[in-house]
C-alpha cells in the first residue's frame, strides 16, 4: 500500500505493453481480492435533475437543455422499496443518489431515515449527495452510511474545462470532512471527456496519493447526452470516445495503485462489449452497477450481466463478502 505515488511512476504504469500492465494488474487483484467475484450494486436517483452545478457531461444540469425534469427527493418508504427489490435481484450496495449541490440541513434526518432503514436489510449503503459540511458527514456517518461517492471526475489541470460552479479543491474538501466521519470514500471520474493520457495520469495520481485509498473508484465512460456541453461538444467529435483499450489501462493502473479498492465498472458499460469488460476484469475491476438505469441514463441490465458472468465463469459477490471489504 502505497501514498507516495509519483506521475512519473504513474504514466511508466499508463506506457507499459498492454499486457504485461494486465498480466501485473490481475496479479495484484488475486492478492487483495477474491478470484472470479465481482460485487454487485443498485444506483437510485433519489432526487432527480434541477442542480445549480454546470457540470459539462450532467443531463441533471439546469445548465443543461435536456428537457429532464427535475423532482423532489423521495419519500423513505419509497427508497426501501427500491432497496428490497435491488437485493431481491443480487445486490450487496444499494446507492442513492441526489441531484444536489449539497444536501439542506432539513434533508439530513429523511437521508438517515434511508440510511438505516437499508442497511437493516443487510444491504451495504452509499450516498452521492454533492459537497457536505463536517456536520453533515458526522450525521450520515452515525445514522450508519458505509459510503459516500464525491468523484473527482478528471485531473486537477483538466477540472476547469469540465466544471466552473465547485473547484478541484472542494471536492477534496468534502472527501476529507467524510473520512473525518468515519465513513469509507466512494471516488473516481469519467473517461472520455477529450481529456488526455496525460489528465488520465493526474487522475489516477490524485486518487492514489490520498491520505487513504477511496473504498471503492468508480471508472466511468462518458454517455454523451444531447443537451449538454460535453454531449454537444463531442457529438461529432469520433476520437473523444476513449479506446477501449486505453479504457482497460486505465482500470489496471487505478487497480495496481490502490490495490485493496473495490474498481468499478460504472457509466458507459452498456456500450462495451463483452470482451472489453472481460479485460477488464482481468485488469481488476470487481464491481459495476446492475439494472437497466444509471441515475437516468442507460446500463447493461441484469439478464445481460447474468449471460456475461456465465460465459465468464464470474459470481457475484457474497453479502459476508462485501461486508468484509467495507470493513477493511
Not at 442542480?51 to 423521495?74: F, I, P, R, W
Not at 432539513?106 to 444491504?123: H, T, Y
Not at 451495504?124 to 458527514?137: I, S, W
Not at 479506446?243 to 495503485?257: H, K, L, Q, S, Y
Request: net charge negative.
Amino acid at each position: 500500500m502505497r501514498n507516495d505515488w509519483t506521475r512519473e511512476e504513474i504514466a511508466e504504469l499508463f506506457d507499459l505493453p498492454f499486457l504485461d500492465l494486465v498480466a501485473r494488474a490481475h496479479d495484484v487483484h488475486v492478492r487483495h481480492h477474491p478470484e472470479n467475484e465481482v460485487q454487485l450494486s443498485t444506483l437510485l436517483s433519489i432526487k432527480t435533475g434541477g442542480c445549480v452545478e454546470d457540470c459539462g457531461y450532467c443531463n441533471q444540469s439546469a445548465h443543461a437543455e435536456t428537457g429532464l425534469k427535475a423532482t423532489k427527493l423521495m419519500e423513505v418508504q419509497q427508497v426501501l422499496q427500491a432497496a428490497a427489490q435491488a437485493k431481491d435481484h443480487g445486490s450487496t450496495r444499494f446507492c442513492m443518489g441526489a441531484a444536489w449541490r449539497n444536501p439542506k440541513d432539513k434533508d439530513i434526518p429523511a437521508l438517515a431515515a434511508m440510511i438505516q432503514g437499508v442497511r437493516q436489510m443487510g444491504l451495504e449503503t452509499c450516498m452521492t449527495l454533492g459537497m457536505l459540511t463536517p456536520d453533515q458527514a458526522q450525521a450520515l456517518g452515525e445514522a450508519g452510511l458505509d459510503y459516500y461517492n464525491h468523484n473527482i471526475d478528471t485531473s486537477p489541470e483538466n477540472y476547469a474545462n469540465v466544471i466552473s460552479t465547485r473547484s478541484f479543491e472542494d471536492r477534496l474538501d468534502t472527501l476529507e470532512n467524510v473520512r473525518g466521519a468515519g465513513i469509507n470514500v466512494c471516488s473516481g471520474g469519467i473517461m472520455g471527456m477529450g481529456e488526455t493520457r496525460g489528465d488520465r495520469v493526474g487522475f489516477i495520481h490524485a486518487l492514489a496519493t490520498l491520505p487513504v485509498h477511496p473504498g471503492s473508484v468508480p471508472i466511468n465512460a462518458l454517455v454523451p447526452v444531447a443537451g449538454t456541453v460535453l454531449g454537444d461538444m463531442l457529438k461529432d467529435v469520433p476520437s473523444a470516445k476513449i479506446d477501449d483499450i486505453e479504457f482497460v489501462r486505465t482500470v489496471a493502473v487505478a487497480r495496481i495503485t490502490m490495490p485493496e479498492s473495490m474498481v468499478r465498472l460504472s457509466a458507459g458499460r452498456e456500450s462495451m462489449s463483452d470482451s472489453t469488460q472481460a479485460l477488464c476484469f482481468m485488469a481488476g475491476a470487481n464491481s459495476i452497477f446492475t439494472g437497466d438505469k444509471l441515475l437516468t441514463t442507460g446500463n447493461a441490465g441484469d439478464d445481460r450481466d447474468a449471460a456475461l458472468f456465465a460465459k465468464l465463469g464470474i459470481v457475484p459477490m457474497r453479502v459476508e463478502q462485501a461486508h468484509l471489504e467495507a470493513a477493511e
